[in-house]
């Protein structure tokens, strides 16, 4: 069961979070929401007591209000500045601690900008944030339940068993084992000539994020590895930027052979499409995270959502649900890697759509 800790500053947005917490009960046991830390013993560590009940939730909610940023103390130094704040601690915790931290923002606040946080905060800018609307209060809360809610079937992906994991790393040699010897393949002759290696895909057997690029480029091909071209660097450092490495995921492409400079072809992408549907069904991902335009578009044809018509400049950073024969996942469209090769400016878009990738972390 998922446990929520609501962080907030009384003078700040008692009210609002007052209503906050009876809309979550419609969703959730009380006893599963936090809200004030009581009883901190005479004697004891504040900090350390903070971080103890951090730790032991699973969603941090940072209602921010009017106040959140400027409020001051007696001394009229900022509340935020100063590093025994209650506010500050719980949420620079649950950051560093990797939780899923997510910004509330009530009473028409705008999100603060990382240049206006302390250093520890700056990561909360870049988290993606709820507002809750007067009007649509109870409409806000249920759509954020929902999220939390679906990070929860990714919280509740216990680590597998070893006669799982085997069973899993055995089919998906099987799948290496196929693609090599498919000679029937529009690329095999393309591969035969130049020496190139099919490239299936690499990580964790049993990942809960599955990621599905375009094609292997030249690099890949000839060392047999996944995204290990200068588009693999931005993809380390975007997986870095959410606390993850290659090994907790799996990246793989949508043609699983390298076709030369060029964007795969609707029949090469069909060839190969049982290939990645045969990834998909041993490893059960929560979610597939697309990188761009063709792998979105395979994806929402193959689940045949209504997005499929939509284009990836607006469709991107969304969690579009979707049933699977071994329950419900979420597709998320990114942009390519490789985008932000071409264009530096789209670093910080890449970035934030990598963001929502934290509730299934
Ligand atoms: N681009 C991709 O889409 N996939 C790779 O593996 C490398 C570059």
């Given at each position: 069961m998922i446990r929520i800790f609501i962080n907030y500053r009384r003078q700040d947005s008692e009210g609002y979070v007052g209503r906050l917490y009876d809309h979550l009960l419609r969703h959730f046991e009380a006893d599963r929401i936090f809200m004030d830390v009581d009883n901190i013993p005479p004697g004891a560590d504040f900090v350390q007591v903070l971080e103890e009940a951090v730790s032991n939730c699973d969603v941090l909610l940072a209602a921010i209000g009017p106040q959140?940023?400027?409020?001051?103390?007696?001394?009229?130094?900022?509340?935020?500045d100063n590093d025994h704040d209650f506010v500050r601690i719980e949420i620079a915790s649950a950051l560093r601690m990797n939780k899923l931290v997510i910004p509330v923002l009530v009473g028409a606040t705008r999100m603060p900008s990382a240049a206006e946080l302390p250093e520890d905060l700056r990561p909360l800018a870049r988290r993606h944030a709820v507002s809750l609307s007067h009007k649509g209060f109870?409409?806000?809360?249920?759509?954020?339940?929902?999220?939390?809610?679906?990070?929860?079937?990714?919280?509740?992906?216990?680590?597998?068993?070893?006669?799982?994991?085997?069973?899993?790393?055995?089919?998906?040699?099987?799948?290496?084992?196929?693609?090599?010897?498919?000679?029937?393949?529009?690329?095999?002759?393309?591969?035969?000539?130049?020496?190139?290696?099919?490239?299936?895909?690499?990580?964790?057997?049993?990942?809960?994020?599955?990621?599905?690029?375009?094609?292997?480029?030249?690099?890949?091909?000839?060392?047999?590895?996944?995204?290990?071209?200068?588009?693999?660097?931005?993809?380390?450092?975007?997986?870095?930027?959410?606390?993850?490495?290659?090994?907790?995921?799996?990246?793989?492409?949508?043609?699983?052979?390298?076709?030369?400079?060029?964007?795969?072809?609707?029949?090469?992408?069909?060839?190969?499409?049982?290939?990645?549907?045969?990834?998909?069904?041993?490893?059960?991902?929560?979610?597939?995270?697309?990188?761009?335009?063709?792998?979105?578009?395979?994806?929402?044809?193959?689940?045949?959502?209504?997005?499929?018509?939509?284009?990836?400049?607006?469709?991107?950073?969304k969690l579009v649900k979707a049933q699977l024969s071994y329950g419900e996942i979420h597709v998320v469209p990114l942009y390519h890697p490789a985008s932000v090769l071409y264009t530096p400016g789209q670093k910080d878009l890449l970035r934030q759509d990598f963001e929502k990738l934290r509730l299934f972390i």
């Open positions: 959140w940023l400027t409020v001051t103390d007696n001394a009229n130094n900022r509340r935020l109870a409409y806000d809360v249920d759509k954020l339940a929902e999220t939390i809610k679906s990070a929860k079937s990714a919280l509740g992906k216990t680590r597998p068993d070893s006669e799982t994991l085997r069973r899993k790393e055995a089919a998906l040699k099987q799948v290496r084992d196929d693609l090599v010897r498919a000679s029937e393949s529009p690329l095999y002759p393309f591969r035969i000539e130049n020496r190139y290696f099919p490239v299936v895909g690499e990580g964790n057997p049993d990942a809960s994020i599955i990621f599905i690029g375009e094609s292997p480029g030249k690099t890949e091909a000839t060392t047999g590895k996944v995204f290990v071209g200068p588009s693999g660097d931005v993809l380390d450092e975007m997986l870095a930027a959410i606390g993850l490495k290659r090994a907790d995921v799996y990246l793989t492409n949508v043609l699983l052979d390298h076709p030369g400079k060029r964007d795969p072809s609707p029949e090469e992408i069909s060839f190969y499409a049982p290939f990645v549907d045969r990834l998909i069904d041993i490893i059960q991902p929560a979610v597939i995270a697309t990188l761009g335009r063709f792998a979105m578009e395979y994806m929402f044809k193959r689940l045949n959502l209504p997005e499929q018509r939509g284009k990836i400049s607006v469709q991107h950073g």
